[in-house]
């Protein structure tokens, strides 16, 4: 099995659901949805457009510090 052919099994087992964040959604809901999706980082989109990204490291490094 090549490389390509590893990486294709894991993206075939993963989810396609897309999940996001408005920009008014807080720090606390939005890490709360990571939590429960079991996802590292949110899109965060305003009337349809990607606007940034959370991430659990701008939470542990921007944050809480």
Partial sequence: MSPS????ALLDR???ELW??????TVYDAIAVMSER???AL????N????GML??????RKVIL
């Fill in 14 to 16: 993963k989810s396609r």
């Fill in 43 to 46: 899109p965060v989109v305003d």
């Fill in 55 to 60: 991430s659990e490291r701008d939470y542990a």
């Fill in 5 to 8: 052919d590893l990486i294709q």
């Fill in 48 to 51: 349809g457009e990607l606007i």
């Fill in 38 to 40: 079991e996802i590292g």
């Fill in 20 to 25: 996001s964040v408005l920009p008014q959604t």
